[in-house]
């Protein structure tokens, strides 16, 4: 009796630690799991001296589509947006929910170009998807900033920063693609 209770909760602990861990809306991980994962990948990237990108993503607009069509239209943009991702994006790739309105992506052994690459496949995916049928649809658009681990970045912490700080500039023109390390910073607007 004692063995069967010890497992029951043994599989009890382990079903809440995989919970803890994930966005139950858009079934992506959470910014937790997002955390503990990019310092797992950017302890191989510096042992193997290989690239790790990293995407922070805005969805734009997120607020106006609550306000004007219902929280159920909100959510279904975030859904829509996570599966539309995840049609565009590499089986080692990460995508996680980092909160409102906000993902990360993390992309083992990615330079920046097919970083951007990816970034602007996610972008289009993303566009392209309805979010309020009917006569005149609804569509959401995301804003995606970019950034590669180079000798100059500290740790993954300051990887993200760039990250985010990249989603600032793509966030001038929404809909759009934008990293801070080109040798001047290129926006990709849609």
Known sequence: ELRRVSAELSASNQKLREAGMMDMLTGCPNRRYAMDRIHQEWAMAARTERPLACMVVDVDNLKQINDHHGHEAGDRALKLVASAFKGEMRAQEVLARSGGDEFIVICPDTSLGAALACAERMRAAAAAQPIVGGARPVHTSVSIGVAVRDASTPD????????????????????AVATMQAERPARHPA
């Open 156 to 175: 993954p912490e300051a990887l993200i920063r760039m990250a985010d700080q990249s989603a600032y500039l793509a966030k001038r023109d929404r809909n």
